[in-house]
């Protein structure tokens, strides 16, 4: 008979990725969310799993052989409370993953503080393209799977390998689970201001990853990011392999490089050491994606894979959904859909942006929304990563505590700051003239902005 598996907030992006991987591993499944809504509902119901709207006592009867609880999940929850008092058998997403799927396999992870969703499926888009048909779960959907999650064949899986907390009964970092044999680490700056006091505590974090990457192992990481060359300085068993400038001096040669780099970051050219792998000619933009797709073939190259037929592969590579996509263009206005919720992401998609459209007009849309948004840890830091914006609009939501127009007042007459998604939609639709730009920068659904702004401007 079928394990039962019932997940507590399933409809997140990873606990929806475990809810698939279980399915697919012949399981029955089910789970409950607060917010049970399409696309995520969707992609889970056409796979035969039962959602429940809501944490109520009475979706855990009969009891399920286990309980997959998510992070976001607390004390006083009725569903968590009940599997508590009952006795059943619980676990993390996290630790399912690990002893349920990737045991036995050769685990590719990418940890960092931006980049990990594109990057890891630039990874396993390079080995579909090799022929390896890896299994993956990211928190995102990558465009040329369709899905957020596979089990694949062995022994290849890739992992988006997050920094957050793992559940309310383990505060260790997700990616500590996970035991990696390839692991790349992007960048490291203060994030989660949430869980994590301070830069010291995640640097902490990323070294217990480190630890965990056997000796035969590789490490991928930027040659000059300050904080991840401390992590390798507290003690690093496995060999490192750098994107960008190495350390130790002048004019050292990163082991990975690009050059001949178009302004925009559409095609550059890979080197390995003195070598020259090959071209890449994409539709993606910026200097972080050019840093993303180095490390994703210096990973690629450790499992197995040619780097010149991983360079061939990323020439195919369609990125992320909600990563600069195009929503639609209208009257020759494009609008975008970003994720971007911390000022470096901000200011980079913006950086390429601008590379690729020259003096056109920009128009950047941000929601506040992530944890650490809200609290205003970087507030300092976000006039400035609109620098190329022509027109900065904020939404200020009733609860966000502190006032967005600090951040508008810094922008020498460029921001504007609305208490309300519909005034947003009918100020940038009136304001929206051809050739312009529009980004709209949050990591969640912004009160159905994208759609409702794409209308107006039909409407115009």
Known sequence: ?????????????????????????????????????????????????????????????????????????????????????????????PQFLSDYVLRNRWVIAVAGTHGKTTTSSMVAWILEYAGMKPGFLIGGVPKNFGLT??????????????????????????????????????????????????????KTQFHHLVRTVPGNGLI???????????????????PVEYTLERPGGAGAVPHWRA??????????????????????????????????????????????????????????????????????????ITVYDDFAHHPTAIATTLAGLRNRVGKQRIIAIMEARSNTMRMGVHRDELAPAFANADVVVLFQPSDLPWSLQLIADNLQGRGHVFQDVGAIVQHVAAAAKPHDHIVIMSNGGFGGIHSKLVEALRNK
């Open 220 to 238: 991928v990481m930027p040659g000059n990011d300050s904080a991840l060359l401390d992590v390798i300085k507290k003690g690093c068993w496995t």
């Open 149 to 202: 999650a596979r089990l694949g064949n062995e022994p290849f899986f890739v992992v988006e390998a997050d920094e957050y907390d793992t559940a309310f009964f383990d505060k260790r970092s997700k990616f500590v689970h996970y035991r990696p044999r390839s692991l790349i680490m992007n960048n490291l700056e203060f994030d989660h201001a949430d869980i994590f006091p301070n830069l010291d505590a995640i």
């Open 259 to 332: 050059e001949k780099i178009q302004p925009d970051g559409s095609s550059f050219t890979v080197y390995w050491g003195e070598q020259r792998v090959g071209d890449v000619r994409w539709e993606l933009t910026g200097d972080h994606n050019i840093h993303n797709a180095l490390a994703a073939v210096a990973a690629a190259r450790h499992a197995g894979v040619m780097a010149e037929q991983a360079v061939a592969a990323l020439s195919k590579f369609e990125n992320v959904k909600r990563r600069m996509e195009v929503r639609a263009v209208v009257n020759d």
């Open 1 to 93: 008979m079928a394990l039962r598996v019932h997940i507590l907030g399933i409809c997140g992006t990873f606990m929806g990725g475990i809810a698939l991987l279980a399915r697919q591993m012949g399981y029955e499944v089910s789970g409950s969310d607060a917010n049970v809504y399409p696309p995520m509902s969707t992609q889970l119901q056409e796979q035969g799993i039962t959602l429940c709207d809501g944490y109520h006592a009475k979706h855990l009867e009969p009891a399920p052989d286990l309980v997959v609880i998510g992070n976001a999940m607390s004390r006083g929850n009725a569903a968590v409370e009940y599997t508590l008092e009952r006795g059943l058998a619980y676990i993390s997403g």
